[in-house]
């Protein structure tokens, strides 16, 4: 199973989760100065071998055949996502645990998986852990937490409603079909699906390569480089949600000349959008055929010679906000859509100019140009190359 990219997080997105042993009641934390037992690792409890052949995981409907999940007591916030090509070891755990400022970890597995054709960047968790690491919204469903543990996959509002998963259906998973549980943000901004970890071993996703940092009261930078100085060659470390110093100066930010597009490349990057116009959406596409919205600005910049993030929370950081008043062609438009996070990112377009955007809508649409409408609009960003190569 393919390793993902820190492409699953990025600069300035949402929440996270807890680590858990096996032998502890479930929902119970464990506190990261704590003297671990004799495992670390997170642990789901098996269905009765019974069920198991009668019905694989990714099949099972019914919640009442399963352990119900524990009830969401408090929600926490996480910092830091971490990635490692081999699973956590007790050693390893333990070495992060004892780093200033860690309060929590939450294990997962994590991997790119093919749902129902696309490239799916998924999570395997523990029900009733994760979700008090979600947005209130996703934390308090009981029945959405409860469908993930009975075998439901749940996946985000975008690539529901902008990929076509409509749901209760079922889709082709890498085993077998899956059902579209829900519509959940997890607060990972690339993390697009859910499942339990039952379900994770069922699809074969690699075990416990994913760390959740939760430390609130330190600062995220200091503590990601400390993280990969402790953990083996290959670990990446990507910040979610993170706590970094404020500002020394509060007055407004002087942009040297340079620090954005030149007119040149704002009529290469228009130009090559318009190209793909009439082109087909297709959620997670890249191009040079199909896009989705974030995919299209990303190979559109690229023509001109700008390296864009990938996705769209990443791009919304990719240069200064400036009023729609003030919008010039080549500007970035974006909007929040998602009802289960409403402070999400969720779309972006190009401004063309005299009131107009180049965009790729969603699944059964095409590229093309539309007049720029304001509801739920989050802002306009004027691209700087300079910041859009950093953004992680």
């Known amino acids: ?26 929902g119970q934390p464990v506190r990261a100065q704590a003297t671990p037992k004799s495992t670390l ?9 019974q069920q198991q052949q009668q019905q694989p995981p990714a099949q ?12 969401l007591k408090k929600l926490h916030k996480p910092n830091l996502f971490v990635l490692t090509r081999k699973p956590f070891t007790n050693e390893l755990l333990r070495k992060v645990a004892k780093l200033r400022g860690v309060r929590a970890l939450e294990l997962a597995d994590a991997a790119s998986i093919t749902l129902d054709g696309k490239r799916v960047q998924t999570l395997a968790v523990n029900p009733s852990t994760f979700r008090s690491y979600t947005p209130k919204v996703t934390a308090s469903s009981d029945a959405l937490w409860q469908n993930v543990a009975a075998g439901d996959v749940a996946v985000s509002f975008v690539l529901g409603n902008d990929g076509g998963l409509a749901l209760h259906r079922r889709v082709a998973g890498p085993v077998g079909t899956l059902r579209i549980g829900a519509y959940a943000t997890t607060g ?10 039952d379900v994770g071993r069922t699809l074969g996703l690699p075990r416990d390569n994913a760390l959740i940092v939760s430390a609130p009261d330190s600062n995220s930078d200091t503590l ?22 404020k500002p020394q100066q509060t007055k407004a930010r002087s942009w040297p000349a340079g620090s954005f597009m030149t007119g040149d490349q704002i009529t290469v990057a228009l130009k090559a959008a318009a190209s793909k116009l009439g082109r087909p959406y297709v959620w997670g596409a890249e191009g040079p055929d199909t896009f989705d919205c974030s995919g299209l600005v990303q190979w559109a910049f690229a023509r001109a010679g ?16 400036v009023p729609l008043s003030q919008a010039q062609p080549g500007d970035l438009i974006f909007w929040r859509l998602d009802p289960t996070n409403p402070d999400y990112i969720s779309h972006v377009a190009i401004y063309w100019g005299n009131g107009k955007m180049i965009q790729a809508p969603r699944t059964g649409d095409v590229v093309k140009i539309s007049p720029v409408h ?3 609009l989050a802002g306009v960003v004027r691209v700087s190359p300079v910041m859009a190569v950093k953004v992680r």
């Open 1 to 26: 199973m393919p390793f993902i990219v820190v492409a699953l997080v990025a600069v300035l997105t949402a929440d996270v989760l807890l680590l858990t042993r096996s032998g502890l009641e479930a």
């Open 41 to 49: 690792m997170a642990q789901q409890q098996r269905r009765p071998q």
């Open 60 to 71: 099972q409907q019914p919640a009442e055949t399963i352990q119900p999940v524990t009830p």
């Open 188 to 197: 990972f901004g690339a993390v697009d699906a859910v499942v339990s970890k």
């Open 224 to 245: 990601r480089k400390a993280i990969l100085e402790a953990l083996p060659k290959g670990a990446q470390v990507a910040m979610v949600n993170p706590v970094l110093p």
């Open 306 to 321: 700008v390296r864009m993030p990938r996705v769209t929370h990443q791009q919304w950081v990719a240069g200064p906000q």
């Open 374 to 376: 304001t509801r739920n």
